[in-house]
Structure formats: structure tokens, C-alpha cells
């Protein structure tokens, strides 16, 4: 059965895409493209999911959404187990923590830092504490990813995945140079020809 990825450009979503590569799985893709002046997801995503929201699969008949419920879906129904540390392993401990971190404490500062700048002048009060979090928490991922760019083992995990976001985000907004780390791992996740693969597959994605 072909997976549905329901795929909003510029989004969290390439990095499921980039998944279902590394894992060989059959898959098609339900394009949506952002506003080209508001940034915001298109209207007919809202068909897809109530809010709006992407990434959202389909397989089989089952819905998932929530970037970290889809890849803990993959890897456990589509071969990705070697990509899921022994659940009674230390490694597994720091999976859930990066699965949970990436998707909560870092992007309260980033979701926190694009509404700011919607509001220009009027956000002037909130905005070097929106930096110093920002900062912060890619300084937080810098200083836990190993040498060897891994955030849950010795080895590509689940949790490189959820965590190649906030890296792009992080190379992003200028901080390669104060997290040398996180930009190799940004440059190693995008050397990859699974990634590759997804970025020709689901289009054109920020800079790369």
C-alpha cells in the first residue's frame, strides 16, 4: 500500500519525506504550496486536517499527523526499526527526549520569534528575550549532539530525523558559526542521496 504524504513546501514536513527514502517506502505526495506574501499554509490543507497542519500521512487507511507520532509510525510499520534505539537501552532515553524537544521546547521560541516579527516596532519589548531563548536552545542542541553529529547513539536514529529541522532552522537564522556542530549536521543530513531524493521529490525547500 503507497503512503500519502499530504506535503506543504518550506515545511517540517521534508524531513518525513527524506525518512521514507532512508527507509525505501512507497510513497506519493499531495502537494501544498504557502502564500507567497503571508508565508501561511494554503486554505485546502484545512481538507486535509482541521487545523490546517502538515505533515499529515495516510496509510492503509490510518491517519497520522504530528511530525514526531509519524516517524515513531514509520519506523516501527515501514522497517525503520534499526532507526529506533533497544527500548531498554540508554540511547532510547535520549530518543524520546530529542523526539520531544524538537517539536516542544525549541519551537516555542521559534513560533515566539516569527510572530515578533510580524509585529515590527510593537515587539521591540519582548524581543531580547525571544533571542536569548532562541539562542539558548541552539545552544542547548550544540552542546548534545555528539562529535560524531548524532543525538540518540552511535548511529542514525529517529532522532536525528526529528531534530534535522531545528538544525536547518538553526543555520537559518546565522547561528553555523556559534554551532559549528549542528551545521555539519545539516551538511551531512543534506549528503545524503536519501535526502536528496526528497528534496527533488517534494520541491523546492528554503535555501537548499
Not at 520531544?100 to 521559534?110: A, D, H, I, K, M
Request: glycine share 6%; with cysteine; hydrophobic share 45%.
Amino acid at each position: 500500500m503507497t503512503i500519502t504524504v499530504h506535503h506543504l513546501n518550506n515545511s517540517r514536513s521534508q524531513r518525513i519525506l527524506w525518512l521514507l527514502e532512508e527507509l525505501g517506502a512507497e510513497y506519493e505526495i499531495v502537494h501544498y504550496q504557502r502564500d507567497a506574501e503571508t508565508n501561511l499554509a494554503p486554505p485546502e490543507l484545512k481538507q486535509a486536517h482541521p487545523l490546517g497542519k502538515s505533515p499529515l500521512i495516510e496509510d492503509d487507511g490510518v491517519r497520522v499527523a504530528e511530525s514526531g507520532a509519524i516517524i515513531q509510525y514509520l519506523c516501527e510499520r515501514h522497517g525503520g526499526e534499526n532507526w529506533l534505539p533497544a527500548p531498554d537501552s540508554e540511547d532510547h532515553i535520549r530518543h524520546l527526549e530529542w523526539m520531544q524537544f524538537g517539536e516542544s521546547s525549541f519551537f516555542v521560541p521559534v513560533m515566539l520569534k516569527i510572530y515578533a516579527g510580524h509585529l515590527g516596532d510593537a515587539a521591540a519589548p519582548m524581543t531580547p528575550r525571544i533571542d536569548e531563548q532562541l539562542a539558548a536552545h541552539i545552544q542547548f542542541a550544540e552542546d548534545n549532539i555528539s562529535d560524531d553529529l548524532h543525538f540518540a547513539g552511535a548511529d542514525w536514529s529517529a532522532a536525528d530525523v526529528m531534530m534535522s529541522f531545528p538544525a536547518e532552522i538553526a543555520v537559518m537564522q546565522g547561528y553555523a558559526e556559534k554551532a559549528p556542530k549542528l551545521a555539519k549536521f545539516v551538511e551531512a543530513i543534506h549528503a545524503r542521496p536519501a535526502w536528496q531524493r526528497a528534496r527533488e521529490r517534494g520541491g523546492a525547500y528554503f535555501m537548499w
